[in-house]
Each structure stands twice: as C-alpha cells, then as structure tokens.
C-alpha cells in the first residue's frame, strides 16, 4: 500500500513536470506553419503612416538665402550643408521643439509667414510637397525635411513595462520586442495582444508572433500609440526550461512528497 502511494505521487510529479516543461517550439521565432503555430493568410500590404490630430512635425528648411535659413532652422540651421550633414533630427535639441509644428484638430499646422497648412491625412512624403510648395511662392527654398517626431509605443505585462520612442519612421513587432528588451522566457509568444486606436475605433488583435507568417499580418508593423500587451505562460508555475532543470525539479518534489508521507503516514508495525 505504501510502495503503491510512493509511486503514485512520484508519477504525478513527473507528469506535473514534464507537462510544465518549456521547449523551443513555444520560443522560438520564425517558425513554420503547423498545428500549434498559427498561419496568416498573405494579404498584407504596408501602408505609410497618415498624420492625424496632435502629431508633431520638425521641419527643417533649406535654402541658399541665409535669412531664410536663420528664419526657419535658427543660428544652426546651416542651410544646403546641413542638409548633406548625415542622419539625425535635422537640428540641434535647443532647435527641435521650437522648430516643431502640432497638427492641430482642424488637421492643420500654423507655419511661420505662411499661415495654416492643411496635413491631417497625409503622409509624411506629400507632407514634404505640400510645406514645399507653400513656402516656394513666398521665400527662395530648395527643399525641405519634414520628420514625425515624439512617436512612442508601449509594452505591457510579463513582468516588462515601458514606452519606448521610435528609432525610425516604420519598425515591425520583433524590432520592438527589441527595443523594449525582447520578451522574456515565461512569456506567451502565441497571444501577444496589440491595442491601437484607429479611425474606426478601438482595435484589439492577438497574434502568435512565433509564425512565420506573421509578416502577413496586419499589425505586423508597430503604429504610433500602439500598446503590446504580453501574458506569461501557463508553465511558469514549475519554469523548467531544460532537461536539467526538469531533472533537478522532479528530484527535488519527489524527495518533498516522499518526506510528507513519511512525516504524516504512520508506519506499520
């Protein structure tokens, strides 16, 4: 009866274990369509960023007429030579919140000497062409840069909390795991929910970003304002990750439920 007890428990320890066991099939990115890996049909298509109310836009102009520059970039404005200068904001930081336009909820910005322009709507490209062709009736411009700038997403839950700024005017979802730290061990790659808030409201989708095919997804791009919401896994009670630590746990409550009995089983004489 007690040799019964005794392997009983032990065999619920070992199931209890092994079925707590995280393998790297439930890690592991980019994998294959199967069963357990969910697939998204191709009918993806990426489309640019249209600004919307409370946007903020540096624009930074460049001209060969100094006034102008001095006008619209400040003393570093630089002209054509800041505008071979490399990457960046396209300004110093004292430059950047004064040279920075909101697009207001009437959907335009309020620029200097020419008055509103209408951007709500528009992508960042034909926000370039319409300031360009608003301010070359009035000042000597060449052209002009126009980035989206304070762009931010969020990450929620897991044990991982934060908003993160984007690096750049598109990144995907693993880019932003990225920037965020990436997700831990215990988190649930098959539910990784995204919030977003769109034109026709509130919108809340779960993808399995251990897909492949994840690509194919709609939210497979991140949008300013989106939030990631991350769930741990039903594992995490036990956390083995490895054979080892498989090992060393079914070790470790089978001595535990073995010294129970014997703590509280009276022996037979």
């Known amino acids: 009866m007690h040799k019964s007890l005794i392997r009983l428990l032990f065999i619920l320890t070992l199931t209890l274990s092994f079925s707590s066991c995280i393998t790297t099939h439930q890690t592991n990115y980019l994998q294959p369509s199967k069963d357990f890996i969910a697939a998204y049909v191709d009918t993806f298509s990426y489309k640019d960023y249209c600004l919307k109310e409370n946007d903020r836009l540096f624009v ?5 007429d100094e006034k102008t520059n001095a006008l619209f970039n400040g003393s570093s404005g630089g002209g054509m030579q800041s505008m071979s200068g490399g990457g960046g904001s396209g300004g110093s930081g004292d430059n950047m919140d004064l040279y920075t336009y909101a697009v207001l909820a009437s959907g335009n910005i309020i620029f200097p000497i020419v008055g509103e322009i209408s951007l709500k709507g528009k992508t960042i490209r034909q926000a370039k062409e319409i300031i ?3 301010i070359r009736p009035v000042l000597k411009v060449n052209s002009v840069d126009v980035r989206l700038v304070g762009k931010t997403f969020s990450v929620i839950g897991a044990g991982k909390s934060g908003k ?14 990225a920037i965020a730290g990436d997700v831990s061990t215990f988190t649930d790659r098959s539910k990784i929910k995204i919030l977003r808030v769109t034109e026709k409201g509130t919108q809340i989708r779960t993808f399995d970003i251990r897909s492949i095919n994840i690509i194919n997804s709609e939210f497979y791009y991140i949008e300013p304002d989106d939030v990631i919401f991350l769930q741990p896994m039903n594992q995490q009670f036990f956390g083995a990750t490895t054979l080892w630590t498989t090992i060393s746990t079914i070790i470790t409550s089978a001595s535990f439920f073995v010294g129970v009995y014997y703590l509280f089983v009276p022996k037979t004489k």
């Open 132 to 134: 360009e062709n608003a």
């Open 60 to 64: 930074q102009v460049y001209s060969i």
């Open 164 to 177: 993160f700024t984007f690096p750049r005017e598109k990144i995907n979802i693993y880019q932003a795991l």
